[in-house]
């Protein structure tokens, strides 16, 4: 059968000489992907929503959690995917880019009311929506290219830029409606695409005989009112760093360029018995060579496992192919770890406040730390905090 140009193929933006139907790689795992944080200064409340494209797999979804207190309320969706990939919508869920790179929309609409008056989900996840407008405080920032080998396999490979802004609008659940207004809210969000493994495959020798020992990651984008800062490193089990990056981003007004801060050392109090972190000091130098010093306040974590579809997620992954129109909506009960299996266990977005130097920004503090990792003292899997 022949195969269709599709919308995007007007406009110039091919990078191959295909359609943009396709893109370059023929592994199973490309995908193209962003996720957003909501979340107030207090942390009372915690959105996040995202939403992803699989053109290999011919697979879309996407999801929406909203954390407030140990309660945890969670859509998801899935789809085939279809041919205008500037239509960014999967069931309730939907992205509107109103304005490139300044601001966008997100959106869910609430569930259809049940012609029975039942809740068909027996709980308050039928009720989540919310309708918000993103705008950029500052410019995009393009974080360095990330590739990870299993062996001699290449089973990550993205290119991601981070932003952070405001959001206004309104949220709705439980019968509650949750104002969202700038000055109280902080908004950030990231955007990736390249390859990335998708549940599914076989794990071949790769896999099997390359297991890593050990794995620690933090992604930290922090808004100031005059300055973004964004922190990304990722270690492994001997704390030898494979991705490295501090950077501080001025307004876009201000006219003056990135400026790098050095080599990022992150020290993380953990909760005693777990690898919950419940503070951290960033260290950092500027570029005058001055140390500076980040103190973050962790004020409420969502694990990005539960709800959201990040492995090792049971109960559903992004990519997945799960049928035509399928939606799902739950409510998590986070005070039960034992309920939720190894998805309590994944990397968590924690909303956070930052202070440096008598300045008080919010941003997040996504942090996993898995199997031995030296610099950490943890020795094993099963090694935790003393």
């Given amino acids: 059968m022949p195969q269709r140009p599709v919308p995007l193929d007007e406009y110039p933006v091919h990078q191959i000489a295909r359609s943009m139907r396709h893109v370059a790689s023929g592994d199973r795992n490309a995908y193209d992907r962003s996720i957003f944080q909501v979340f107030d200064h207090e942390g009372r409340a915690l959105l996040i929503t995202g939403l992803g494209v699989y053109p290999n797999l011919g697979v879309t979804d996407a999801y929406a959690t909203l954390l407030q207190g140990d309660r945890l309320i969670a859509v998801r969706a899935s789809d085939a995917l279809g041919e205008d990939r500037m239509r960014q919508q999967v069931g309730p869920l939907r992205i509107e880019v109103q304005e490139p790179l300044k601001r966008l929309r997100l959106v869910c609409e609430p569930q259809e009311p049940d012609p029975d008056g039942a809740d068909p989900d027996g709980d308050e996840a039928s009720s989540l929506s919310f309708d918000l407008v993103w705008e950029a405080d500052f410019p995009a920032v393009e974080e360095p290219h990330h590739i990870q080998y299993t062996g001699d396999r290449l089973f990550l490979e993205a290119n991601r830029f981070c932003q952070a802004g405001s959001c206004h609008g309104v949220i709705r659940a439980g019968g509650q409606e949750i104002t969202v207004e700038r000055g109280r809210f902080t908004a950030t969000r990231d955007r990736s695409w390249g390859v990335r493994s998708i549940p599914g495959e076989a794990p071949g020798r790769a896999a099997e005989e390359f297991r890593a020992e050990g794995f620690h990651w933090l992604w930290i984008p922090i808004r100031f009112e005059d300055r973004f800062v964004m922190v990304i490193l990722q270690e492994d089990a001997d704390g030898y760093r494979t991705l490295d990056s501090a950077v501080l981003v001025h307004p876009a007004d201000a006219g003056r360029p990135d400026e790098q801060l050095g080599r990022a050392h992150v020290d993380i109090t953990y909760r005693s018995g777990s690898r919950h972190p419940e503070s951290a000091v960033i260290h950092l130098t500027g570029a005058d060579r001055k140390p500076i010093e980040i103190h973050a306040e962790l004020l409420g974590g969502s694990p990005l496992a539960v709800g959201a579809g990040y492995p090792p997620a049971g109960d559903w992954q992004h990519g997945e192919w799960k049928g035509r129109g399928w939606l799902d909506r739950r409510t ?40 031995r990792h030296n610099p950490s003292g943890f020795t094993g899997f099963d090694s935790v905090a003393p």
Wanted: net charge negative; aromatic share 18%; no cysteine.
């Fill in 332 to 371: 998590y009960d986070l005070a039960d770890p034992a309920g939720l299996g190894l998805a309590a266990y994944g990397v968590i977005d924690h909303a956070a406040r930052f202070t440096w130097d008598g300045a008080t920004g919010y941003g997040i503090f996504e942090h996993g730390s898995f199997g």
